[in-house]
């Protein structure tokens, strides 16, 4: 085994995450926050659920490019700037995790944030991955 989840029964049972992710493989992959640029360098059009979709799928490309897939994922952090919007948006946003990455979900964590660098971004997204 590679990666053990850990979710300890005594803790709130976890919902499109993990407590915690063991791994105990050699090479890791640090993936830098990702937004939704598209090919041109311009942030996409739409809302939080698109949004979300391209800054993942930019995400899951760098990893892809480092030779990963999204079961290499170790740990997620989404910069979010309306957490409101996100959070009425979550089952959307899950949707668009289960399509891309499938139901095994890394360690993640959601923050709260006034504004990112590309002032149109709503979320960013970075993860660290752990590869064979």
Not at 19 to 28: C, F, G, I, L, Y
Not at 32 to 59: K, M
């Amino acid at each position: 085994m590679t990666f053990e989840r850990i979710n300890p029964p005594d803790m709130g049972a976890p919902r499109g995450f993990s407590h915690a992710v063991v791994s105990n493989r050699a090479r890791t992959v640090f993936l830098a926050g990702q937004t939704a640029l598209d090919a041109s360098g311009a942030i996409i059009q739409g809302g939080i659920v698109e949004q979300f979709e391209q800054a993942f799928a930019n995400l899951l490309r760098a990893l892809n490019a480092s030779g990963g897939t999204p079961d290499d994922l170790v740990t997620v952090t989404i910069y979010i700037v309306d957490m409101e919007d996100y959070l009425a948006h979550a089952r959307e946003i899950g949707q668009v995790w289960r399509r891309l990455a499938g139901t095994e979900y890394p360690a993640m964590a959601g923050i709260g944030v006034p504004r990112l660098w590309d002032v149109e971004a709503l979320v960013e997204i970075q993860g660290i991955a752990s590869l064979d």
